[in-house]
């Protein structure tokens, strides 16, 4: 068998990349190392409940073409993320909006809440945040940082708020609004059929073959079953580092552990997504995946979710963005760039921090400027 363009991984980027190939008339085959397609998006139907397998994804985006694309796969619905945050034994809306000002302080005007924030970091002088830790507490004040913030950021990335990179809490909504939504796009929802279901539509037409190592296969230059294989090109969408057999070091990923449980009651926390943000709690959040969806069954299905520094051998879920990375990141860039007929791309392919919108952004530019525009 030879095809144009040989895709590894069919998570989002090679899904999308995968459909636009073909939509342009190429031959394409995906690769997937798991036994399913759609990557960290995998949704899985548990008795009507689409289980969010490898952690919660909510669809969001500013960017009208990207919704629109997305929408030719799947129908949205109109779920509004708006967690919120356990300290203790107190409870805060997230993101960061008067509904958390109001509760941890008693006051109700957003002038009233400039104050305090102004009052608590007077004394810090923050010019230029430098870190994490600098970004949250000129932004928030104290409270905010030590109550909803410093514990989780700590459990989430494994190191101290001062060793991580500020953009990351830049991600969250700060607002002088009683509006708990955690996003500011335009556009969000989740697709009722589940993520699965609308990777699957993309990849209408297009031959995949799940449970299949590119590393193996490209050793032996067949697939598993014989067929000899051959390609003009290759999309990578795993991590850059182990295409390269680590050969520079390894990049560092955050991986999460997720502990599943059926409850035999119908509404457990009733939210989607409660945050555990208190240092003594050892998981992050805990997801009720119905409420996604705004299921009625009788029984429900939650995860805990408990972060963990990758290994080889467990899933990479988040790249960890700060300088040194980012430096070994650059390198093996310049390598990739020397690589012919190979495009990396994806949250593991391009080493970044994506949302689902910004991967699809990724995947249509560069199947554009591969193939040509015709969207
Ligand atoms: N964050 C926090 N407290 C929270 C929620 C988030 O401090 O209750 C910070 C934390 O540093 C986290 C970052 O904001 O890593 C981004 O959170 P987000 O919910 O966007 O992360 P994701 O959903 O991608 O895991």
New binding site residues.
């Given amino acids: 068998m030879k095809v144009d363009y040989l895709i590894t991984g069919a998570g989002l980027f090679g899904a999308v990349f995968a459909q636009k190939a073909h939509e342009s008339g190429k031959s394409v085959l995906v690769l997937e190392r798991r036994n399913h397609i759609a990557g960290n998006i995998y949704t899985k139907n548990e008795d009507g409940i689409d289980v969010h397998i490898y952690g919660a994804h909510i669809f969001h985006t500013s960017e009208r073409k990207i919704w629109d694309y997305v929408n030719r796969y799947a129908e949205f619905n109109n779920y509004i993320n708006s967690p919120v ?1 356990i300290y203790k034994d107190e409870l805060y809306n ?1 993101p960061f909006n008067m509904n958390t000002f109001s509760r941890m302080w008693g006051i109700k005007t957003p002038a009233e809440a400039k104050d305090i924030i102004a009052s608590q970091i007077k004394d810090l002088n923050i010019k230029e945040p430098k870190n ?1 830790e600098e970004q949250a507490l000129s932004l928030v004040g104290q409270d905010v940082y030590e109550k ?2 410093k514990g ?2 700590q459990k ?2 494994g190191r101290e708020c001062t060793k991580l990179p500020a953009f ?2 830049k ?2 909504p700060l607002r002088f609004t009683y509006d708990n939504n955690y996003f500011n796009d335009r556009f969000q929802g989740i697709p009722v059929d589940g993520y699965t279901a609308m990777v699957e539509k993309m990849l209408e037409g297009v031959q995949v073959v799940t449970g299949v190592d590119y590393a193996d296969v490209k050793a032996m230059g067949k697939l598993p079953d014989g067929t000899p294989l051959e390609w003009d090109k290759l999309i990578y969408t795993g991590a850059i580092d182990e295409y390269f057999d680590y050969s520079l070091g390894a990049l560092e990923y955050r991986s999460i552990r997720f502990e599943m449980e059926r409850l035999e009651e119908e509404n457990y926390q009733g939210n989607a997504v409660v ?1 555990y ?1 208190a240092s003594d709690v050892p998981y992050t959040r805990v997801i009720e995946h119905k409420h996604f969806n705004f299921g009625k069954q009788s029984f429900t299905i939650i995860s805990k979710e408990y972060s963990a520094a990758w290994e080889k051998g467990t899933e990479p879920y988040y790249p960890v963005n700060n300088d040194e990375n980012n430096d070994l990141y650059e390198r093996y860039k310049a390598l990739a760039s020397s690589e012919e007929n190979v495009i990396f791309g994806g949250r593991l392919g391009s080493y970044k921090y994506y949302d689902m919108d910004k991967v699809i952004g990724e995947a249509l530019k560069l199947s554009d400027e591969e193939l040509g525009e015709n969207v």
Avoid: F, G, K, V
């Fill in positions: 945050a997230l994490l909803l913030i989780y950021t989430q990335w990351i809490i991600r969250l945050n943000t």
